[in-house]
């Protein structure tokens, strides 16, 4: 058994419970590699934001769970080195039965997700309850999910995406204690959120998708003030970094996201913490193939993977700096 302190990791209760006074959510990056992980840290560093490291089973699988727990370890560590003592917590992303949470629970992270959202109700809170019963004795952190996302990420797969109920959140945290909770109100997971015709046209002809649902989120508000909230699914899918893929070689079709300017409304409520993965997938992606394109000469990992994490962190500083708002909170 691994303590999460013993890495130098905090658990998120008291990140949320100043990001809901200070009206700004915690960057929620996943992460599979190294190259990610500095990326996240640089700029965290650079920003002087908290962060949330995120670990989906899949990269759990990839990586091997031996070395993400160094890793996040490490990644303090590096903090340090550069200056910033940066909060970090190691969360796990959409676990989805007892067994991995407690896994990763005993392999040292400080927060899990329990995601029952696909179960029938009565089956959600007991798995939710279970987690969050073991979870809390290591004074590990629980978020759970009510209403379902669509889209595909990792092992995460649904066609369609069924809005979260207000009526039903109050009985779902008196019945599971969980520590957040994950919400639908019209995010979506992959770099494929929307088809084109459920968008509109701007000015500059470019496609916008339907507003989130703010007006659940209010409801949801309303019904546990002052409880921590999650948008999952929630990368903007710049444009630029597709063209960037597409030029060179990429065949990303259709490919859109949630506009920055309803993230940073959504920060500014009890959403506290923001999931961004595609966003970092398309940076590494379009530095990545440029490498190839241009240089095609090159097969030093070091020369395409370097651009990719230099990318990626510049999309970071810019979520945690005109998104998120999470950055001088340290």
Request: charged share 25%.
């Amino acid at each position: 058994m691994i303590n999460f302190k013993d890495l130098g990791l905090v658990n998120s209760r008291e990140l949320f419970k100043k990001a809901m006074d200070g009206k700004y959510a915690i960057p929620a990056f996943n992460f599979n590699n190294m190259e990610q992980m500095q990326a996240i840290v640089q700029a965290c560093a650079e920003t002087k934001s908290p962060v949330i490291l995120q670990v989906s089973s899949g990269a759990r699988k990839y990586a091997n769970q031996t070395l993400l727990r160094y890793m996040a370890q490490g990644a303090v560590e590096y903090g340090r080195e550069l200056g910033v003592d940066i909060p970090i917590v190691l969360h796990l992303d959409h676990g989805n039965s007892f067994e991995l949470c407690q896994s990763c629970i005993e392999y040292g992270f400080s927060s899990v997700m329990i995601d029952g959202s696909h179960l029938p109700w009565d089956e959600n809170i007991a798995l939710t309850a279970k987690v969050v019963e073991y979870a809390h004795k290591h004074d590990v952190t629980v978020e759970g999910e009510l209403g379902v996302l669509a889209g595909i990420e990792d092992d995460v797969v649904a066609e369609h995406h069924t809005y979260t109920q207000p009526e039903e959140v109050e009985a779902f945290l008196k019945a599971t204690g969980v520590d957040s909770l994950a919400i639908s109100i019209g995010t979506s997971h992959g770099a494929n959120k929307f088809k084109p015709e459920q968008c509109t046209r701007d000015e500059n002809g470019i496609l916008v998708p339907p507003p989130l649902r703010f007006d659940i989120l209010e409801e949801i508000e309303k019904r546990i003030p002052g409880f921590p909230i999650v948008l999952h699914g929630a990368s903007s899918v710049p444009q630029d970094l597709v063209a960037i893929i597409n030029k060179y070689g990429g065949a990303l079709k259709d490919a859109i996201g949630i506009p920055e300017d309803q993230l940073r409304r959504a920060a500014s409520s009890a959403v506290c913490k923001i999931n961004i993965d595609s966003d970092g997938r398309l940076a590494m992606t379009a530095a990545v193939r440029e490498v190839f394109a241009t240089q095609p000469a090159e097969f030093d990992p070091r020369k395409y993977l370097g651009p990719g994490r230099d990318l990626l962190k510049k999309l970071y500083k810019h979520k945690i700096e005109n998104v998120l708002g999470s950055n001088n909170r340290i």
